[in-house]
């Protein structure tokens, strides 16, 4: 294994690695000029230019160092980083994440890298920075988020609220007014990440004249604020049954509050589709054992494709093992609705616990449309369980 490494840091350290630029559309290695050939000599004495490594060898020892890194092989990465093969700085990206905060030196390579041509080059720098996560790699990333093409921008911001950075609050609070509603999204998912630095942003959202930004203002809020400071602030009228409304009440239930959790089954139960739809999404965030149950109560009343059922169901499925214990004990019950639904989230988050249960419920099925639910989810339940000899 040391043999083995130490081949491959000699050969990567002699191959020619900066003989064209990291943002080259070339894929391959570019042939250097006569002026520039590295120059050695042939049986006969006379001087011959030396050929160039081959892409695929370069992008074999960088794999082979990748595959496990450490300190010794950064200033040969960082070189790699300027290969005019764009798998190879990809790889070299990559190998350096894996490194965290001992590759802080790469940090300038990696911001140039986050100029290069190629996409996955980008992205794996931006990773790798995230990794370090030192001022120097969060300021790289915040100035590569102020001039990002919008298609990336979530990756931005993903970085930025990976690292919980405060300081880049006022500016991913920007991107949450934007009309993109991805963009949006990932707005709101770093500002949770980033967590109380975010309230005051999401408070100053929380009055913005576009509903969808002051229902994702108010999202927010329920994650990073508190009962005592915000739940006065993100009151519902009693009737109130609008986007925002929704959400703010999501907030409170993520607070506490029962009212809340009741209201919104209630829209979720007898609302038109689309506000049923966020009433379910805002049950789903309240993460309460109350609420947990109301969205297991409200599958009988979906049919499988409406946008209500289909959102109760990803929402069951985001709380993991919370909701999978609570359908569990469900599914096992003859006089119980949604069996089939109930199974269906089983299928994705259910473990081997859920085997017997699920094997009860097939002999106790009335319909055929819940036994053959219960078998594929026993036959996706084991098909990730490991075997044993």
């Known amino acids: 294994m040391v043999a083995a490494r130490t081949r491959s840091i000699a050969l990567l350290a002699s191959l020619v690695l900066t003989s064209g630029c990291a943002s080259s559309d070339a894929v391959g290695t570019q042939a250097p000029t006569p002026s520039e050939a590295p120059i050695g000599e042939d049986a006969s004495g006379v001087s011959q230019p030396e050929e160039p490594t081959p892409a695929s060898t370069r992008l074999e020892v960088v794999r082979e160092i990748a595959a496990d890194p450490i300190a010794a092989d950064l200033p040969h990465l960082i070189d790699a980083l300027g290969d005019p093969d764009f798998r190879v700085r990809r790889d070299a990206a990559g190998a350096i994440a894996q490194l965290g905060a001992a590759a802080s030196d790469a940090v300038p390579a990696l911001a140039a890298a986050l100029g290069d041509d190629y996409a996955f080059v980008r992205q794996r720098a931006a990773w790798a920075l995230t990794r370090i996560g030192d001022d120097r790699a969060i300021e790289a990333l915040r100035a590569w988020a102020r001039d990002i093409d919008p298609d990336e921008l979530d990756h931005a911001m993903d970085a930025l609220g990976t690292l919980a950075d405060a300081g880049s609050v006022d500016l991913i609070a920007e991107w949450m007014t934007w009309d993109d509603p991805w963009i949006r999204r990932s707005a709101a998912r770093a500002l949770v990440r980033i967590g109380a630095p975010s309230a005051p942003a999401a408070r100053a959202l929380l009055v913005h004249d576009d509903e969808a930004v002051a229902c994702a203002a108010a999202r927010v809020l329920g994650y990073v604020g508190t009962a005592g400071e915000d739940a006065d602030r993100i009151a519902v009228a009693p009737s109130a049954s609008d986007l925002v409304s929704l959400c703010r009440l999501g907030a409170l239930a993520r607070f506490g509050d029962g009212d809340a959790v009741d209201r919104l089954a209630r829209a979720a139960r007898d609302s038109d589709p689309d506000t049923a739809e966020a009433a379910v999404d805002s049950l789903a965030m309240a993460g309460t054992p109350a609420a947990l149950n109301r969205l297991i109560d409200l599958l009988p009343v979906f049919e499988r494709d409406d946008r209500p059922g289909n959102a109760a169901e990803r929402a069951l499925i985001a709380l993991g093992d919370t909701a999978r214990a609570a359908i569990a004990i469900r599914v096992v019950d003859v006089d119980g609705g ?22 009860q419920a097939v002999d106790s099925a009335h319909s055929e449309a819940d036994r053959v639910a219960f078998e594929d989810a026993i036959a996706a339940i084991e098909a990730r369980t490991p075997t044993h000899p």
């Not at 949604?338 to 094997?359: C, E, K, M, T």
């Open 338 to 359: 949604s069996r089939a639904l109930q199974a269906r989230v089983l299928a994705v988050i259910g473990d081997p616990r859920d085997l017997r249960p699920l094997r």
